[in-house]
T-cell receptor
């Protein structure tokens, strides 16, 4: 198993550009989520999905879109990048909705918006 | 809403010694889980230990143990016999509903040889 994979590892954008951060998992996990990590603030939940076709907002959803057409993939879209979106982005997955399930994290994408 | 607070931005420990990281949290939920995650320089998030709120017994995983004080809403992590490989950022996190984790701001652990 590759686990949770994310591409790209690094990305530099200009303000106003759009891009998609890719996330895939091969563990047949129902639950997937996106977090952003900023210095001194830990990780904050952006969007999450409890299964294919179902998504919902987390703590900091503004400026980001998601969709979940398959169990395996959960891309995060930035429609018009802003410098405030400079951060490290982590995708995570877990087996299901049971409280306390371990979440498996991808290696992260470092995004810089100029 | 859930909040998790880590009051120690950085802790330093001598190799083979013990260090304790503090974490306090707040939630109105009666059932929840608490976690400690390790993030080494590679950026990979690694689960260290987890504790269910209903269990009174403190969780242990090899050299890692927790002190869970439910009434005080405190969840500290003790690293015993510290090793150079323990140097990392450590995040306290809570899950109260729907697999959504709330993280603290992190504590950097430095291990001196």
């Amino acid at each position: 198993n590759a686990g949770v994979t994310q591409t790209p590892k690094f990305q530099v954008l200009k303000t106003g550009q759009s891009m998609t951060l890719q996330c895939a998992q091969d563990m047949n996990h129902e639950y997937m989520s996106w977090y952003r990590q900023d210095p001194g603030m830990g990780l904050r939940l952006i969007h999450y999905s409890v299964g294919a076709g179902i998504t919902d907002q987390g703590e900091v959803p503004n400026g980001y879109n998601v969709s979940r057409s398959t169990t395996e993939d959960f891309p995060l879209r930035l429609l018009s990048a802003a410098p405030s979106q400079t951060s490290v982005y982590f995708c995570a997955s877990s087996p299901g909705r049971i409280l306390g399930n371990e979440q498996f994290f991808g290696p992260g994408t470092r995004l810089t918006v100029l | 809403a859930q909040t998790v607070t880590q009051s120690q931005p950085e802790m330093s420990v001598q190799e083979a010694e013990t260090v304790t990281l503090s974490c306090t949290y707040d939630t109105s939920e009666s059932d929840y889980y608490l976690f400690w995650y390790k993030q080494p320089p590679s950026r990979q998030m690694i689960l260290v230990i987890r504790q269910e709120a209903y269990k009174q017994q403190n969780a242990t995983e090899n050299r890692f143990s927790v002190n869970f004080q439910k009434a005080a809403k405190s969840f500290s992590l003790k690293i015993s016999d510290s090793q150079l490989g323990d140097a990392a950022m450590y995040f306290c996190a809570m899950e109260a509903a729907g697999n959504k984790l709330t993280f603290g701001g992190g504590t950097r652990v430095l291990v001196k040889p």
